[in-house]
């Protein structure tokens, strides 16, 4: 249980820089200094927990979020060829070290360990019983698509972009990221959906893995864990979730190249896949009932998935760092 508390911890901060670096890059892309934008952002993620129940908070994050589906129209706005598309989907560098820590990164950003700790942990404190299984299942499956298609967007947009010159272009700063998507829908118009678009993600994000962790810390050290008690009834739960939003805050506060950062993050995640996806896996085969328990051909397809996303993971983020 440390161990994978540890794992916790380390993913929960790197989500967290990662969504940090969000807020500061658009926040500098209409000359907003870090001194205002990452406190500012900070205050509303520590109110929005501290002042209600997870209801209001579950509805809060989901209303947040809805920004996110700004990028389906700079997506269609950008007319992809699907002839491209599918060629470019089979034609993969993977000789390219640079291009394999992307993968790494992207890979981290997909299999984020906190996503796990959440899960669990938000079904407790939503009191869902065995009856509700089959509609948190149909809940986790349409939000793991609609997030990868909202990834989707976001890479079909900027490489619509980027190669329009024949090309190949270099992104080195969230504003050099917004105006890859200018051409699309003009320079205002287009900065600014980019601009609602990060930040619902990256405050959505924010909520839910300092809270993963709060919940994971609070689980091994035995105190109150749970959104329906107020602060000073949960002292310990609410301090560890400020601590994760206010060290995460001051750090992005101070690393100045915010791409590189984000990347080296979401590597992280990467790393830790083979303690999370392992843990998860014994999990599921040990203590699930029995009619739940993977087993059979699916547990084996299970496992060798499972191996392949972990290894290429692993070779990513060494390769990039070589």
């Not at 060629?87 to 984020?112: C, H, S, T, W």
């Not at 299984?133 to 989707?152: N, P, S």
């Not at 896949?273 to 040990?286: D, E, N, R, W």
Request: aromatic share 10%; with cysteine; net charge neutral.
């Amino acid at each position: 249980m440390g161990v994978s508390t540890a794992g916790l911890a380390a993913a929960t901060v790197g989500s967290l820089v990662t969504e940090f670096t969000g807020v500061a890059g658009i926040g500098e892309l209409y000359g907003l200094s870090r001194a205002l934008t990452l406190p500012v952002a900070a205050a509303a993620l520590l109110a929005v927990v501290a002042t209600g129940s997870y209801r209001r908070v579950e509805r809060t994050a989901i209303v947040i979020g809805l920004f996110e589906l700004a990028f389906f129209a700079v997506a269609w706005a950008a007319h992809p060829n699907i002839e491209t598309l599918a060629k470019d989907a089979v034609d993969q560098p993977l000789g390219n070290r640079e291009f394999m820590y992307l993968v790494a990164a992207v890979i981290g950003a997909v299999f984020n360990p906190w996503m796990i700790f959440y899960q669990q942990s938000a079904i407790a404190d939503k009191k869902l019983r065995p009856d509700d299984l089959k509609a948190a299942r149909w809940d986790t499956a349409i939000g793991a698509v609609l997030t990868q298609c909202l990834t989707g967007a976001v890479l079909v947009a900027a490489a619509a972009t980027l190669a329009s010159g024949g090309a190949s272009a270099s992104i080195g700063s969230v504003g050099e990221i917004s105006r890859a998507l200018s051409p699309l829908l003009g320079e205002d118009v287009g900065r600014l959906v980019f601009s609602v678009g990060v930040l619902g993600a990256s405050l959505v994000a924010a909520i839910v893995s300092s809270l993963a962790l709060a919940w994971g810390v609070g689980e091994v050290a035995g105190y109150r864990r749970s959104l329906e008690y107020r602060p000073f009834a949960a002292n310990w739960f609410y301090g560890v979730y400020a601590a994760c939003v206010v060290g995460a805050a001051t750090l992005v506060w101070f690393v100045p190249d915010l791409v590189w950062l984000n990347i080296a993050a979401q590597v992280l995640n990467a790393f830790l896949l083979p303690l999370v996806i392992g843990f998860l896996v014994a999990l599921a085969v040990k203590t699930l009932p029995e009619p739940l328990r993977p087993r059979g051909l699916y547990l084996w397809v299970l496992i060798g998935v499972s191996a392949i996303v972990i290894a290429v993971g692993l070779y990513g983020g060494v390769s990039g760092l070589m």
